[in-house]
């Protein structure tokens, strides 16, 4: 993507039913042709805002900008963006064909160009030779396309999708993710996918933007968020995670190194977080694959060996602080740099490449 | 584990027992007990049991009664079409509120229902009668000068009173089929840029046909199979194929006879029943 074109802005959305807000300040963008995943748990409010972008909902206050014009009053139908529904919404008692083609059946497209159209969009999709069938008489997979293929057929700036691959088994769901990340390479054009799954928000996005509870607590690239998360939850919710609580102890708490006085001593962090200003209380959060074991335990944190998991390609080795068992470490080791003599009850040393270790201010510990 | 098994398939062959046999004893049962009657001689009220077709060949010889037959068949699927019609803007009117008041709708169309038929019936008679509501009213607007019958007493009035009587019976399976279509798929329409018009063409209307087809199989059915309402409401002039039925067993005394039209009558209502399924089935093209 080079110099991203702003296409879509929703500026300072709020949406609240009744006296419950489900929506808080939400401002966000999406460019032209980026696959932008909307990340969270259920009742986090990502429905929502697929919602306000289809027109299914109104916003209660705030706007939605299309290439700067609002467009938060414009009918469902003139909206420029189409949608793959959670269940896909097929129309039962249409065949693939017609299912395809409804968009510029309502259009009043001719037959001869709507039939080459659809023709088009089916082969796209790899459904040839199905076009005949019912829904019913699909699997999955196949329903899948047809969404897609429904919802692309009008040629719109944006694709809405509301967690289309949840209700596929786990096999299937891995060969969709990368259909579905082909598809908008191909088509060139925005992606806005709806999911509470980690895993496929890595596999397909550009960008991702985390929500929880009704916020949106950070947005950026998977590896930004994998590697430099913001807060704790996204620490968290991305893969596994070492949290230890502690205090800032000095630095000057922008992208800086800062050091961290927690239970286990002072440890060097770098910090992402311009609110680590000295005697700020924070987290700092360490990958399990960033953590080194080191057979003589004078160096580094000495740690008591709790547990050995072998796993195949690594070893998960769980460990507790000897000066405070109540803090455990988890700690994922390919074969090879396991020391062989280690056991469980063994005491080792731990340490971490200090840049590997990152500063979460505590907002919301 | 074996024996809660074993109870449950007591309790599976107890309730299909149940649910096969109440309708075998009360409705097929009596339906064999007319085909069987209806194969009897009637000597002069005296039931003969000696096998014969006469019963039937009277039917289709007996050109008055053919003429009854077809005339009500024709009837009854006007009044049919009409509910349907009307039935069907009526479900389309309701199904287009609000969720809430929905279910107040439904009940003000089927009030009816909840009412005795005597009642309805002398009630539809105060409107439509000799010195009734319409024509007192036809006649201070000075349109007429004095009470007419068209209302009254005729194959008109009988049409009337049966859209009027039968109207919910339509609306209210209509309704229910549009009720279950899923709102996503509305959705889905509105998404992909279709106007109400093309929800109402494409979405609304092939998903309710099924609807339709049981709305016209009660009506028909209920309409055809209706004597109170042709002897209530039509006169000499409102003689129909049930009223004919009706008189063999109460009057004429003629059982058998009475059996056999009573087949036909139940013949035609299934023949309609399987008609309307079949142009469901043509009705929805892929």
């Not at chain 2, 005296?46 to 006469?54: A, S």
């Not at chain 2, 004597?227 to 005394?253: C, E, H, K, N, W």
Request: with cysteine; aromatic share 8%; hydrophobic share 45%.
């Amino acid at each position: 993507m080079q110099t991203p074109q702003e296409l879509l802005k929703l500026d300072n959305i709020c949406k609240s039913y009744g006296q419950t807000p489900v929506l808080k300040n939400i401002n966000l963008s999406v460019y032209g042709n980026e696959f932008l995943t909307i990340l969270g748990p259920s009742g986090s409010g990502k429905t929502t805002i697929l919602k306000i972008l289809a027109g299914f909902e109104e916003a209660t206050q705030g706007v939605v900008l299309l290439n700067g014009q609002d467009i938060s009053d414009m009918p469902i139908n003139r909206r420029p963006f189409n949608t793959v529904f959670q269940d896909y919404a097929l129309f039962p008692h249409m065949s693939v064909r017609k299912n395809v083609g409804y968009g510029l059946i309502v259009r009043g497209v001719g037959r001869a160009q709507r039939e080459k159209r659809v023709d088009e969009v089916i082969e796209t999709v790899g459904l040839t030779g199905f076009d005949k069938r019912l829904p019913a008489e699909l699997s999955g997979g196949q329903r899948q396309r047809v969404a897609l293929a429904r919802a692309i057929i009008c040629q719109p700036r944006i694709i809405l999708l509301d967690e289309p691959l949840a209700a596929l088994d786990v096999a299937l769901r891995g060969q969709m993710c990368k259909f579905l990340k082909g598809m908008q390479r191909r088509l060139d054009i925005a992606f806005v996918f709806i999911t509470h799954d980690q895993q496929e928000a890595i596999a397909m996005s550009d960008r991702i933007v985390v929500m929880r509870d009704g916020e949106i607590e950070q947005i950026g690239t998977p590896e930004s968020l994998y590697a430099e998360p913001q807060t704790r939850f996204v620490a968290e919710f991305f893969g596994e995670n070492n949290l230890l609580d502690g205090v800032v102890h000095s630095g000057d708490g922008t992208w800086a190194e800062v050091e961290v006085e927690t239970d286990m001593g002072y440890l060097t962090c770098k910090s992402n977080n311009t609110a680590t200003a000295v005697g700020a209380r924070v987290a700092v959060a360490v990958r399990p694959e960033n953590i080194d074991l080191l057979e003589d335990a004078s160096r580094g944190y000495a740690c008591k060996i709790e547990d050995i998991q072998y796993s195949g390609a690594t070893y998960i080795v769980e460990l507790s602080l000897q000066k405070a068992s109540q803090i455990k470490l988890k700690c994922r080791l390919h074969g090879s740099r396991l020391p062989p003599a280690l056991g469980v009850g063994d005491i080792v040393g731990v340490t971490w490449a200090p840049g590997s270790a990152v500063v979460i201010g505590k907002r919301d510990a | 584990m074996r024996n809660s098994k074993r109870t449950d398939k007591w309790a599976l062959w107890a309730v299909s027992t149940l649910c096969l046999g109440i309708p075998a004893v009360f409705i097929l049962v009596p339906i064999l007990a007319f085909v069987l009657n209806s194969l009897w001689h009637n000597d002069a009220g005296q039931l003969v049991k000696r096998l014969t077709l006469e019963n039937y060949v009277a039917f289709f010889t007996d050109e008055d009664m053919r003429k009854v037959y077809f005339r009500t068949v024709f009837l009854c699927l006007s009044a049919t079409v009409t509910n349907l019609v009307v039935g069907y803007i009526c479900a389309l009117y309701i199904y287009r509120q609000k969720v809430g008041s929905r279910l107040v709708l439904i009940l003000i169309f089927t009030l009816p229902l909840f009412t005795s038929y005597i009642i309805k019936m002398y009630a539809i008679r105060g409107i439509l009668g000799h010195r009734g509501v319409i024509n007192e009213l036809l006649i201070a607007a000075h349109v007429i000068q004095e009470p007419i019958t068209a209302f009254i007493f005729s194959q008109s009035a009988i049409f009337l009173t049966l859209v009027v009587l039968y109207l919910p019976f339509s609306v209210l399976p209509i309704y229910l089929a549009m009720e279950r279509i899923p709102e996503n798929l509305r959705l889905a329409s509105d998404d992909l840029g279709g106007k109400e018009s093309h929800e109402l063409k494409h979405i609304i209307f092939p998903l309710s046909l099924n609807g339709v087809v049981v709305a016209a199989v009660f009506t028909f059915v209920m309409t055809f199979g209706d004597f109170v309402t042709p002897q209530m409401v039509g006169g000499i002039d409102g003689y129909t194929f049930g009223r004919i039925v009706y008189s063999q067993f109460g009057v004429a005394l003629n059982w058998p006879l009475g059996s056999a039209l009573a087949v036909i009558l139940l013949a035609t209502s299934v023949v309609v029943a399987l008609l309307s399924s079949l142009l469901l089935k043509l009705g929805v093209s892929r």
